[in-house]
Nanobody, 133 residues
């Protein structure tokens, strides 16, 4: 069962940038990190968890999908050799404050990125991002 560990969260000022990383390990037998599509979700206090961005499993021609609230400000990348996926966040706003979770699922489609939390089978513990105004 894959284990996901997020890092990179912290307290930043509005308008600045921050990069979150997700390191994967412990894959289901017969699979590698490149078998998993990954994504990021976030949950602010008192709010439902929401989709942030998703990235397909293909290393060379990844497909990405983003929530409208972050499109143009956030980007995703992955390094299958290092078993990591990164969320680059720029022009941060106070409303981006939340706990950010990395998630993954096995897919046979190399170019499929999902925004549906129900498809994700594996979740990290989360990392806090706080954006001050």
């Amino acid at each position: 069962q894959v284990r996901l560990v997020e890092s990179g969260g912290g307290l930043v000022q509005a308008g600045t940038s921050l990069t979150l990383s997700c390191k994967a390990s412990g894959y289901t037998e017969g699979y590698t990190f490149s078998s998993y599509a990954t994504g990021w979700f976030r949950q602010a206090p008192g709010k439902e968890r929401e989709f942030v961005g998703g990235i397909s499993r293909a290393g060379g021609q990844t497909q990405t999908k983003f929530a409208a609230s972050v499109k143009g400000r956030f980007t995703l990348s992955r390094d299958n050799a290092l078993n990591t996926v990164s969320l680059q966040m720029s022009s941060l706003k106070p409303e981006d404050t939340a706990v950010y979770y990395c998630a993954a699922f096995i897919t046979h489609s190399p170019y499929y990125a999902s925004d549906d939390a129900r498809e994700y089978d594996y979740w990290g513990q989360g990392t806090q991002v706080t954006v001050s105004s």
